[in-house]
Nanobody, 122 residues
Framework: QVQLVESGGGSVQAGGSLRLSCAASGRSFSRPTMGWFRQAPGKEREFVSAISWSGGSTRYGDSVKGRFTISRDNPKNTVYLQMNSLKPEDTAVYYC???????????????WGQGTQVTVSS
């Protein structure tokens, strides 16, 4: 069974921090690339960040550069997204996903979690 389960979402005031976790099981964590996406109401799903299998390569969306940090712990089959200096526009459902190659393209990711809500109030 393939599963990606996100946790760590919640409500925070602007300027605050949250750390999201994504626990993977089955074949999903064998994917070389793990990514985070987000979707706000009425908007398309947006790329947030990706990390390679070794952790040596990372990529961030322009809107989160310098504020978010992605990391992974392969022995624990877990990917993290540390979110600092949060803004109200970061409010969205955040999804963890896995891809068979290095990419930021949503459609290449073939395993997805159910999402966790992040709400940032001003």
């Amino acid at each position: 069974q393939v599963q990606l389960v996100e946790s760590g979402g919640g409500s925070v005031q602007a300027g605050g921090s949250l750390r999201l976790s994504c626990a993977a099981s089955g074949r999903s964590f064998s994917r070389p690339t793990m990514g985070w996406f987000r979707q706000a109401p009425g908007k398309e799903r947006e790329f947030v960040s990706a990390i390679s299998w070794s952790g040596g390569s990372t990529r961030y969306g322009d809107s989160v550069k310098g504020r978010f940090t992605i990391s992974r712990d392969n022995p624990k089959n877990t990917v993290y997204l540390q979110m600092n200096s949060l803004k109200p526009e970061d409010t969205a459902v955040y999804y963890c996903a896995a891809a068979p190659r290095w990419t930021a393209v949503t459609t290449v990711y073939d395993y997805w979690g159910q999402g966790t809500q992040v709400t940032v109030s001003s």
